[in-house]
């Protein structure tokens, strides 16, 4: 009975080595199988990102694109009216240079005691 019992021990102990060694191996596959679904996933995930950045700064480009073109009369408008103006200004200083540059003292000295006030403070 002891050999019966040792045989049956060896053959119990034996395939319990080759049980594990199976599961060990079905782990290891699983574990490689889920590392390569999941670089494929980060890989997936790496290309959208950068296709929906492509599409994102396509379209800010088009919208500030987009926004110059209808800005650009605006601005011209403005430019041709401060060349205008800044004409203007020359001319009504060139008639009249004296009462010009005590205007010019004038708005300075009410300036400098407007700053001097707010600095007291």
């Given amino acids: 009975m002891t050999v019966d ?19 060990k191996a079905a782990v290891d596959t699983a574990a490689e199988s889920a590392q390569a679904r999941l670089n494929d ?8 990102f950068r296709d929906a950045a492509r599409r994102i700064e396509h ?19 403005a430019s041709q009216q401060i ?7 020359v001319e009504r200083i060139k008639e009249r240079p004296v009462i010009a540059t005590l ?5 300075g000295l009410l300036l400098g005691l407007l700053v001097a006030n707010r600095s007291d403070k």
Avoid at 41 to 48: G, H, V
Avoid at 59 to 77: C, F, H, I, T
Avoid at 83 to 89: F, L, R
């Fill in 5 to 23: 019992t040792n045989s049956f021990d060896d053959k119990a102990a034996e395939t319990s080595a080759k049980v594990k060694k199976a599961a």
């Fill in 41 to 48: 996933a980060i890989d997936a995930a790496d290309r959208n």
């Fill in 59 to 77: 379209a800010v480009r088009e919208g500030v694109e987009q926004l110059r073109n209808r800005s650009e009369p605006y601005r011209d408008s």
């Fill in 83 to 89: 060349d205008e103006a800044q004409k203007y200004v």
């Fill in 103 to 107: 205007a010019g003292l004038g708005v």
